[in-house]
């Protein structure tokens, strides 16, 4: 029988101020529908400074509500500040920690912990590695095909998987900040301008087209994912934990939206107009997981398992 | 006083190109297999297993050597393709291989523990925690660094991993984190990391606009060129995009990478090798940029200026950035 499914809620990718930030995780705490909350700053170290200070209260009430803490590191880690940071959750040894970087993972080597999407699983010798490592839970990346996910699925054994079901697709990270660079400020005397774009700043084609989304030295798309119709063969396939991404929308009614249609309560297609009304800052997408390109949205696309 | 120069580790596409880095004075080519196991998966390009034992052949008889890159992600459930070219270069005598993939690095170190194994660029290790977990878990015995770090970061680096560094100094520039970008997956559905390919020309597409040459990938805009001027390759990062309501070269202008000004600055931080980007490139190109880049490292090694290396129409664009080296470049 395959275990309950678990629904996750990603770490804040954007810069939100830290007093929403912490209003945000709060109502989550109290009335998402979700397992496993995490939390931390995963793109830009400057940013990290402002939360941190609401991170013991914010984990706590999470706790207090059920939900499974985990606390996310950097994903890109280039000075010794940085890496500090990583050092300093891998050195609390009652923290659950999701390694964005390879290097977390070294640390956090010998006893259990996350692999996040920001390190290159792409296949079974990999994953191999890392749960022997230590890894009991890995997110994987969002461009892999549904062929990738059920070998993937397969070759877990006792390991949680877990996947992008909800959100921007994140895409790339860089040393230069886009943000700096489109309000034309250096990236040491920023402003912190990426405050201004609780979703990302929208990033067009010369036509208008709606193209990426940008995030600091964070590049996303500007699709929303939304895989509400492929769930269901994603759980037959061994994929245990669904992860959303937060975005400056109602995340409550998200999750509760996602939770009926795990929980077999909704129509797939029913919740994804239900969803399509509540969520209106970006057409959705599930390209990758069809083998397609990532902006694209396949209809009514299901995938049966070979064999 | 003299120092021991850089090693000049110079692309290969074609056998041709490869006899002409050899000749110019590479002390190493770098190259890949004619498939989608190494991140230049271009039409026309890479070697056959008989091509990769001539070239071999041919550097060995003239005291260079020859790296294999097999650096992109195997696909779940066919590693088949990647281990193949592990064991061929192996076999076939290569000096090291280049491999970015955790479950690659396993299988080399099992398989081929005698081969050198460098970490390549896509793997974007990029501190001292990460390079040791590669040395140590792998037995990884040089890193090339990813494009994200400046010269002070790099000396500072280097003065804390137990392995050598070989960084980039010259041809075209990733802006993002190497091994960390799906821009091109998104628009195309052919990925760095899987395919070995980006902005590939299958779904590039040239269309005549109102106000001129319209450059496409995929169903996106990516530049448009007043007619007259000419209308370059569609990079998606290199694009140009609005955000704000301006438009302009958001993430990076069409340019090429060119190190030679702080090629001292990067021997006095310890790198051990310096890598030309361009195994897409023809014969021609290569001989030159080799020649110049030799020419540079020897004057390095001597401890005198590097001259100017003349290669200003070599350029994407013809403008040259010395990149994250530099930390305004942020």
């Not at chain 1, 969520?279 to 083998?291: K, L, Q, R, T």
């Not at chain 2, 310890?270 to 890598?275: C, F």
Request: net charge negative; aromatic share 8%.
């Amino acid at each position: 029988m395959t275990p309950a499914a678990k629904l996750t809620l990603g770490p804040v990718l954007y810069n939100w101020p830290a007093e929403v930030k912490r209003d945000f995780y709060f109502r989550i705490a109290d009335e998402a529908a979700v397992d496993v909350v995490y939390l931390g700053e995963v793109v830009c170290s400057k940013r990290s400074s402002f939360f941190g200070p609401y991170v013991p209260e914010v984990a706590e009430r999470l706790a207090r509500a059920g939900k499974d803490v985990v606390h996310s590191t950097l994903a890109l880690i280039m000075n010794e500040r940085e890496m500090e940071t990583v050092r300093a959750l891998a050195a609390a040894p009652d923290l659950r920690v999701e390694a964005n970087d390879i290097s977390g993972a070294a640390l956090l080597a010998g006893r259990p912990h996350v692999i996040g999407p920001f390190v290159n699983v792409y296949n079974e010798g990999t994953l191999e590695v890392l749960v022997r490592g230590g890894a009991d839970r890995i997110v994987l990346p969002c461009e892999l095909p549904v062929g990738s996910l059920e070998v993937l699925g397969r070759a877990a054994g006792g390991a949680e998987l877990e996947l992008q079901v909800f959100g921007r697709l994140p895409l790339a990270l860089s040393a230069r900040c886009y943000h700096a660079r489109a309000h034309d400020v250096h990236k040491d005397g920023c402003r912190y301008v990426c405050e201004e774009d609780p979703d990302g700043m929208a990033l067009e084609t010369l036509d208008g087209d709606g193209f990426l989304a940008v995030n600091g030295t964070q590049t996303l798309s500007h699709t929303l994912c939304c895989l509400l119709r492929e769930l269901e063969a994603l759980r037959d396939l061994g994929i245990g934990c669904f992860r959303l991404w937060p975005q400056s929308v109602d995340m409550v009614a998200v999750a509760g939206i996602f939770r009926g249609v795990l929980d077999g309560r909704d129509d797939p297609a029913e919740a994804e107009a239900r969803l399509g009304e509540l969520v209106d800052i970006a057409p959705f997408s599930n390209g990758f997981y069809h083998g397609r390109e990532g902006a694209v949205l396949v209809a009514g696309g299901t995938f049966s398992p070979a064999g | 006083m003299s120092r021991t120069p850089l090693e000049l580790v110079c692309p290969a596409g074609t056998p041709g190109a490869l006899r002409a880095a050899v000749d110019a004075g590479a002390d190493v080519v770098y190259l890949g297999f004619r498939d989608e196991t190494n991140a230049r998966n271009f039409p026309g390009l890479n070697f056959s297993r008989p091509e990769l034992r001539d070239g071999l052949a041919y550097a060995h008889e003239r005291g260079c050597r020859i790296y294999v890159a097999v650096n992109t992600f195997a696909t779940a459930g066919n590693p088949g393709p990647w281990h193949r070219a592990v064991d061929d270069a192996a076999e076939l005598g290569a000096d090291a291989l280049i491999l970015a993939d955790i479950g690659l690095l396993d299988y080399a170190r099992r398989r081929h523990p005698e081969t050198r194994r460098h970490l390549s660029v896509q793997a974007s290790a990029s501190n001292p925690t990460a390079i040791a977990y590669y040395h140590e878990t792998f037995g990884v015995q040089r890193v090339v660094l990813p494009r994200v770090l400046t010269v002070t970061e790099i000396a500072r680096l280097n003065a804390q991993i137990p392995v050598e560094t070989e960084v980039f100094a010259f041809g075209g520039m990733c802006v993002m984190a190497e091994g960390r970008c799906a821009l091109s997956a998104y628009a195309t559905g052919r990925s760095p990391n899987m395919n070995g390919v980006c902005s590939p020309a299958s779904h590039v597409r040239y269309e005549q606009g109102v106000g001129g040459m319209v450059s496409r990938l995929g169903r996106f805009t990516i530049n448009e060129f007043p007619d007259g001027e000419p209308a370059g390759y569609p990079t998606l990062c290199k694009g140009r995009f609005v955000t704000g309501g301006c438009a302009g070269y958001l993430f990076e202008e069409p340019t090429s990478l060119d190190a030679s000004a702080v090629l001292s600055e990067l021997m006095a931080a310890g790198v051990r090798a310096l890598k030309i980007e361009g195994r897409q490139r023809g014969r021609a190109y290569i001989a030159e940029v080799v020649a110049a880049f030799r020419r540079a490292v020897d004057a390095a090694a001597r401890g005198d200026p590097v001259p100017p290396l003349g290669l200003g129409g070599m350029t994407e664009g013809l403008r040259k950035t010395t990149g994250a080296y530099t930390k305004t470049w942020r």
